[in-house]
């Protein structure tokens, strides 16, 4: 489509820009997209299988009340507290539609995840940008910021670092608008911020399925908050916007917490160990409380991504400062890793 046609207020539009999906079964090792690296729990297919009948020509719960229940139940919550969306991505586009409209300015530290950008182009927001002097430090001048809507990715991307819980609670008390706290790797690390929904009325979590449960094929997420914040994103959302399987796939997810636990506590083993692995190369790493490892190549990133990519290996790199230099590699396999890093010791050589 020519740019030309888009309306006059994205001119000059960068979209966002997903990281590479190449053919399923090409023989690719993808460690771009932060996905999991293990399947999702048998519950879960068996499930959507189920709901793969004749019900399928009637409209899902507009409400997608199954999962709302089941997630409620999951955190002891109010189901009115909980609403489900079509990934992660949707809530936060929510956010700006409930909290955040043409003039309003939106609020984040730097770097952080590239798509609120667009998303305030597309919303006509200004971004009120809070560059970070260390990756894991929340800048200070967050929480004196007067934006309506402000946006705290903890643990962060691509940086994956976790921010102080005080800090975090400091730029929540000191903020009149909405703080949205973007907790997609959450499960990840040592603590989230769960209590802040019992002391802070403006704090929306956003959450996904998409990491740890294994399911981010699926497109399911889930907002937790006030129910007047619930209130207000479903006011806002598209009438169905979680579909049939989608629903049945969630509640089996939730529900199979034995098979959470085995897939995020592997997770964090095998990061351990690839951080350790790229240290051991020259890698300056920084500490990850994600499913993912950011770190700085002891060569031009851009170089290394390349000779990645020749061997068929796919990392995360930026274009951008301050994180020019910097490859994000997601956690996968102990195969997957061997294979990263024999290509690795042979590109640095
Ligand atoms: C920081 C952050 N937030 C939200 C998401 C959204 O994930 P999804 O839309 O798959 O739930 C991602 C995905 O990579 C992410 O990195």
């Known amino acids: 489509m020519p740019k030309s046609i888009l ?37 879960v297919i ?22 709302r229940e089941a997630v409620a139940r999951r955190f002891g919550l109010e189901p009115s507290r909980v609403t489900v969306g079509n990934g992660g991505d949707e809530l936060i586009e929510l956010c ?18 590239p798509l609120f950008e667009p998303l305030c182009r597309i919303h006509e927001a200004e971004p009120s940008r809070h560059p970070t002097e260390d990756f894991a430090e929340l800048p200070p001048s967050l929480g004196p910021d007067p ?22 609670r400091a730029a929540v008390a000191a903020s009149s608008g909405v703080v949205a706290i973007d907790e997609a790797y959450v499960d990840f690390a040592p603590r989230s ?42 006011a806002v959302k598209d009438s169905y916007n979680v579909d049939r399987l989608a629903i049945a796939a969630a509640v089996a997810a939730i ?18 160990e690839l951080a350790r692995a790229l240290e051991e190369l020259g890698f300056e790493v920084v500490d990850s409380a994600t499913n993912f490892v950011f770190a700085r190549p002891p060569r031009p990133a851009a170089e290394v991504v390349t000779a990645l990519r ?36 042979e590109v640095l050589a």
Not at 59 to 65: D, G, I, L, R
Not at 316 to 329: K, M
């Open 147 to 168: 934006s309506p809507l402000k946006f705290i990715v903890n643990p962060n991307s691509p940086t994956g670092a976790l921010f102080d819980a005080h800090h975090v």
């Open 96 to 113: 700006f539609r409930a909290f955040a409209g043409a003039g309003d300015t939106v609020a984040f530290p730097t770097p952080t995840y």
């Open 46 to 67: 068996e499930a959507i299988k189920h709901a793969a009948d004749d019900s399928l020509r009637l409209y899902p719960s507009p409400t997608a009340q199954p999962a």
């Open 193 to 234: 911020a769960l209590d802040l929904l019992e002391t802070h009325g403006n704090v929306v979590l956003l959450r996904t399925f998409s990491k740890s449960y294994g399911l981010a094929g699926m497109r399911i997420g889930f907002a937790l908050g006030s129910p007047d914040l619930i209130e207000a994103l479903d």
């Open 255 to 272: 529900e199979d917490e034995a098979h959470h636990r085995r897939l995020v506590e592997e997770v964090v083993r095998n990061r351990g």
């Open 7 to 43: 309306r006059r207020g994205l001119e000059g539009f960068h979209p966002y820009v997903p990281g590479e999906q190449p053919p399923d079964g090409a023989g690719w090792v993808k460690l771009n997209t932060n996905e999991s690296p293990l399947p999702p729990s048998p519950r």
């Open 310 to 345: 020749e061997r068929k290996i796919l990392v995360r790199h930026y274009d951008r400062e301050p994180i020019v230099g910097w490859i994000r590699v997601t956690v996968g396999t102990r195969e997957q890793h061997a294979a990263l890093l024999d290509a690795l010791k």
